[in-house]
């Protein structure tokens, strides 16, 4: 049966026989041919485990077009957009492995190999196309709520992937498509004010957004906010809760440094800093921020 081939297909994968497994996933899709929409789950699931079979062989093309076929029968998969993305980073095909990485954040914002897969491609495409990089790059689909799980299907266990959790975290505000638009709008005009230089005013809307949405940048935005309204204890417990949600985050490291200077805690800055610099050894703000530590 096209189970009992998949799960031989896993075995073989588990062993590190990647040609092996890609035919028996390859024969269990045969045997699914023309099954219609009643087997398109399983189908997605083997196009998505033969996919990691062909990127660990570092066929990548042939990973990009398994990876697609899978999507277009289950949308918004999380393991068929990370191996795409691996593909399309290995192709040096660096805007649409972005794409997918930011993809993933949206179905599911705890997968961490999708987080340091944007810090990765946003590095790459930064010092590629210089600052306005984000123009050029192809749309960003929206992910339909009714996508945004928590955690992965038992069922679709791919060979060798660790299994999500099972269970959310407790005590996340229900994440609804209309609650992320709003919190993308406040977040929005918070930046507007940012930009008027009235950082008291845009405290008031970071805050609401978070209320919607706990987002990575909108807790550094309020932070440089506090910076600049000499609230340091708020400034630093908001790059903490950055980090919670990206652990390299260089904005989060950087502004936390900068609280616990202002605190007088110069360790924990030094700390933050050398962090923040094992990801970007040239940051310059940084390395000057060090110099006047180093004096302190």
């Not at 805050?207 to 932070?223: G, P």
């Not at 652990?247 to 490291?253: C, M, R, T």
Request: aromatic letters at 6%; hydrophobic letters at 35%; proline letters at 5%.
């Amino acid at each position: 049966s096209p189970g009992a081939l998949r799960r031989a297909g896993n075995e073989e994968f588990r062993r590190g026989q990647y040609g092996p497994a890609a035919a028996l996933y390859t024969r269990a899709l045969e045997r699914l041919e023309g099954s219609g929409d009643a087997a398109a789950e399983e189908r997605s699931v083997l196009l998505a485990n033969r996919a990691a079979c062909h990127l660990k062989d570092g066929a990548c093309s042939l990973c990009v077009a398994d990876c697609t076929s899978a999507l277009e029968l289950v949308p918004f998969g999380i393991k068929a957009l990370l191996r795409r993305a691996a593909a399309y980073e290995a192709l040096e095909r660096y805007p649409l492995a972005y794409v997918d990485y930011k993809t993933v954040l949206q179905v599911d914002c705890s997968v961490q190999a999708a987080h340091d897969g944007v810090n990765r491609m946003t590095k790459v495409l930064l010092e590629k196309d210089g600052v306005n990089w984000r123009q050029k790059l192809p749309p960003i689909p929206t992910v339909p709520v009714s996508a945004q799980t928590r955690w992965g299907v038992p069922s679709a266990r791919a060979p060798g992937a660790n299994a999500p959790p099972a269970t959310a975290p407790q005590g996340e505000p229900g994440q609804t498509a209309a609650g992320m638009e709003r919190a993308r709008t406040l977040k929005e005009e918070g930046n507007e004010l940012v930009k008027k230089g009235n950082h008291k005013k845009a405290v008031e809307k970071y805050s609401e957004s978070l209320k919607l949405n706990q987002e990575c940048a909108t807790y550094t935005n309020r932070a440089l906010c506090y910076l600049t309204l000499k609230q340091y204890k708020e400034a630093a417990q908001d790059c903490t809760e950055a980090l919670k949600l990206d652990p390299k985050n260089v904005k989060a490291l950087y502004r936390r440094a900068q609280a616990f200077k202002e605190l007088k805690d110069y360790k924990s800055s030094i700390a933050d800093i050398k962090s923040l610099l094992k990801t970007e050894p040239k940051n310059t703000a940084a390395l000057r921020l060090l110099q006047e530590l180093n004096r302190a």
